[in-house]
């Protein structure tokens, strides 16, 4: 018998389905997005409008996956042709598998820039550089035709690892290893920022309400970020939900998965503003906050290569267990549909993978004339996937959770077959019908239509 056909494998424990399930949703974009877009768009009152669509958005989307995969006991793909057999909702499952795969390639090559940061913080290859240097630093490395590749092949290596040794001896082992471990160094790194002076005007960039800054945009930020940072549209938490036990609690899953990821991307902040604004520094976002602001701070601060290396550690582990989840989506449905060994289609996702990840990395340096729209290889991947199929599968998921065939489905499993109360259906059922299709709808046309033109 095929290992496919043998009995699905599960998560053993409460622990392990949310260490695995936070780790795919804690990742890059906590740390280097949320806290400056929370900074620049009136914090406070950002940080209330994001929460209001992560409970109200995010959680009815994270449902109605977390129902489409117990149910369907299969990958993304496989899953929709269970729970609607004969219809084409599959092709959602199809498209956010394809999206798993655009992701890997370009978040990996990030990843593995933040292996090579984490050497130079520990070897001290930081000490004595001007601003100025770090920016030429970084622009030198991303270019390199070599380095930035070995790192990515490394951090692929490794994902691919833990991906081989299964669902509960790798992905649940090691994200509960790794998710304790990460919350840890985010305190230890919160406490040294908010103790060095001058970091209080750090705090109030984050947490000072001003609604001044709100404007149309702000929500659509927000409805943007919580889909990157809850992994959610792309069938990541469908295969992983695949995996939960029938007695598992889907809606507080859910509710506890989304507070969990919203926890730390707000720690982050709390992690870097004091810091960047004690320093007097500007605060940036993305690749050069963490790539050129924070390595300059460390080296000015007390413990500097010590602190550093504990950040580019924590950003490593952050993204390992996004890779993870990443990976497994792919890895499900070559194994369960192309009926492959789990051993062959490990192999065979991680090198198709890779190679897109090469091109991905290639592309900010010697491949820079590669272009389409404009957008060079890693912003066509990291733009189609973040902003057309995430977006799109998530909407696609609720009209079909909501609206069409998967209704019955979503009571009975949020249910558990009429095991557990369901006082709050009627919410959730009206999320799903109503509010998330609506304003996913609302940040999709921004995204693919009024950004493009201004
Ligand atoms: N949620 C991850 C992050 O915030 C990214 C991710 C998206 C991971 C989709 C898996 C699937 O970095």
């Known amino acids: 018998m095929s290992d496919n056909l043998k009995a699905r494998e599960c998560f053993g424990s409460k622990f392990g389905i949310i260490a695995a399930t936070a780790g795919s949703a804690v990742g890059l974009g906590n740390i280097w997005k949320f806290p400056y877009v929370a900074g620049e768009n009136g914090g406070g ?6 929460l209001f669509f992560v409970m ?12 489409i995969g117990r149910r369907g006991q299969r990958n993304a793909y496989g899953s929709f042709s269970v729970v609607a057999p004969g219809k084409r909702w599959n092709l959602i499952g199809l498209m956010g598998i394809v999206a798993a795969f655009f992701i890997l390639a370009f978040y ?31 622009s030198a490395f991303i270019a390199n035709p070599i380095r930035p590749v070995v790192w990515q092949m490394v951090f692929m290596i490794l994902t691919a ?13 090691y994200t509960k290893l790794l998710m304790p471990l990460l919350l840890l160094f985010i305190i230890v790194l919160c406490v040294r920022s908010v103790t060095l002076e001058g970091g209080k005007s750090g705090l109030a960039f984050l947490f000072k309400p001003d609604f001044s ?30 995996y939960f ?31 960047v604004f004690a320093f007097g520094i500007e605060p940036s976002s993305g690749p050069s906050l963490v790539f050129i602001t924070l390595p300059g701070i460390f080296q000015k601060m007390f413990g500097g290569g010590f602190f550093g290396s504990i950040f580019f550690i924590l950003l490593a582990v952050a993204a390992l267990t996004s890779t993870i989840s990443l990976l497994e989506v792919v890895v499900a449905f070559f194994s369960e549909e192309l009926k492959m060994t789990r051993r062959k289609a490990t192999f065979i996702a991680t090198i198709a993978a890779s190679i897109l990840g090469v091109f991905a990395s290639l592309s900010l340096g010697i491949m820079k004339g590669v272009t389409l729209f404009g957008k060079n290889i890693f ?13 799109l599968g998530g909407l696609l998921i609720v009209l079909f959770v909501g609206w069409f065939g998967g209704k019955k489905m979503l009571k009975a499993e949020l249910s ?15 999320a799903v019908k109503f509010i998330a299709p609506v304003a996913i709808a609302a940040v999709f046309i921004y995204c693919m239509f009024w950004e493009s033109l201004g």
């Open 416 to 430: 558990n077959e009429g095991e557990l109360k369901t006082k709050y259906y009627p919410y959730f059922n009206f």
């Open 161 to 173: 690892l833990i991906i081989l040794a299964g669902v509960s001896k790798g992905i649940e082992k």
């Open 56 to 67: 109200a958005v995010g959680v009815p989307v994270m449902m109605s996956e977390f129902a």
């Open 45 to 50: 009152a950002f940080l209330i409008i994001y």
């Open 108 to 138: 990996s090559a990030v990843a593995g820039w933040t292996l090579e940061y984490m050497v130079s913080s520990a070897t001290n290859g930081f000490a004595g550089q001007s601003s100025h240097d770090l920016e030429n630093t970084f």
């Open 245 to 275: 036990g029938k007695h598992e609690n889907l809606a507080s899953t859910a509710v506890s998965v989304a507070l969990s990821d919203t926890l730390i991307a707000i720690l982050a902040g709390v992690m870097i503003f004091p810091a």
């Open 213 to 242: 800054k709100v404007t149309a945009k702000t929500f659509l930020y927000a409805v943007g970020q919580a889909f990157f940072s809850l992994s959610l549209g792309m069938g990541a938490l469908i295969t992983y939900s695949s």
């Open 379 to 391: 912003d066509i991947l990291d733009y189609s996937a973040s902003n057309v199929m995430l977006p």
